[in-house]
Nanobody, 120 residues
Framework: QVHLEEYGGGVVRPGGSLTLSCTGR??????MAWFRQAPGKEREFVAA????????NYVDSVKGRFTISRGNAGNTIYLFMNNLQPEDTAVYYC???????????????WGQGTQVTVSL
C-alpha cells in the first residue's frame, strides 16, 4: 500500500514561491501527480511526472511557473511553485500511481492534502 504524505504548504503573497514535497512507499516505481482543489471547485490536475523523472506534464494555468521533479532516489516528489497568484489558492494533493502523465485515470492513493494560500 502506498501511504502518501505532503509537506510544505503555507501562506504566501502574490508573486511568491513555495515548494511542496511528497513521500510515500515505493513511489519511485510509479508515475505520480499533483492535484489541487480550491474552495467551491472540483479537484483539478496540476502536474504529473513519469517514474523515471524524464517526462512531465502540466495544466496550462501553471506552465512556466510550476515545476514537478523527483529527488535523486526518486522517492520524493516535489512541486516547485513560483509567481504564485491568488487563483492558485487550494488544497494540494499528491496522488498516484497514475496511469500515465497524459491521462491520469482513476487514482488509488491520495495524500491528506496541504493548504496553499496566496493572499496579500
Amino acid at each position: 500500500q502506498v501511504h502518501l504524505e505532503e509537506y510544505g504548504g503555507g501562506v504566501v503573497r502574490p508573486g511568491g514561491s513555495l515548494t511542496l514535497s511528497c513521500t510515500g512507499r515505493s513511489i519511485e516505481n510509479y508515475h505520480m501527480a499533483w492535484f489541487r482543489q480550491a474552495p467551491g471547485k472540483e479537484r483539478e490536475f496540476v502536474a504529473a511526472i513519469s517514474w523515471t523523472g524524464a517526462d512531465t506534464n502540466y495544466v496550462d494555468s501553471v506552465k512556466g511557473r510550476f515545476t514537478i521533479s523527483r529527488g535523486n532516489a526518486g522517492n520524493t516528489i516535489y512541486l516547485f511553485m513560483n509567481n504564485l497568484q491568488p487563483e492558485d489558492t487550494a488544497v494540494y494533493y499528491c496522488a498516484g500511481p497514475v496511469r500515465s502523465i497524459w491521462s491520469t485515470g482513476t487514482v488509488d492513493y491520495w495524500g491528506q492534502g496541504t493548504q496553499v494560500t496566496v493572499s496579500l
